[in-house]
């Protein structure tokens, strides 16, 4: 595969995708521990409502990511966990997580330069 190939193919568009949205990869990274209830992963991620996360987690499930498990209980429980696919994600997430640390301050520094009125520009 060649520089060329990775724009023009799908499969690669699909996996930027997967990652492109916020909130599939801080989901697939609160699961990275083992399953979590739906509360319960609102509370390890922080910031996300009910609403967002029942469609991450609907997203996540339709791409093969995550499975859910209800259990006949009253109330019903339901639990989500990654699926080996899922789990091939974590190294990739890591890795941006670690870039993220390493360069964050340069992204925000370039940002507030290009936010900047051009009056106020050096």
Not at 12 to 34: K, P, Q
Not at 58 to 82: D, F, I, Q, T
Not at 106 to 111: G, I, L, R, S, T
């Amino acid at each position: 595969m060649t520089n060329d190939d990775l724009l023009a193919d799908c499969r690669a568009r699909l996996a930027f995708d997967l990652l492109a949205n916020t909130w599939n990869a801080v989901t697939l990274w609160a699961l990275r521990h083992g399953p979590r209830r739906p509360g319960e992963l609102r509370g390890r991620i922080g910031g996300i409502s009910p609403k967002i996360l029942t469609e991450t987690l609907r997203r996540l499930e339709h791409n093969g990511l995550v499975s859910r498990k209800s259990y006949a209980e009253s109330p019903p429980r339901v639990e989500y966990e990654l699926t080996a696919l899922g789990r091939t994600l974590l190294g990739p997430i890591e890795a941006f997580g670690a870039w993220a640390f390493d360069h964050g301050d340069e992204v925000m520094a370039a940002q507030e330069r290009a936010d900047r009125p051009a009056s106020d520009a050096p």
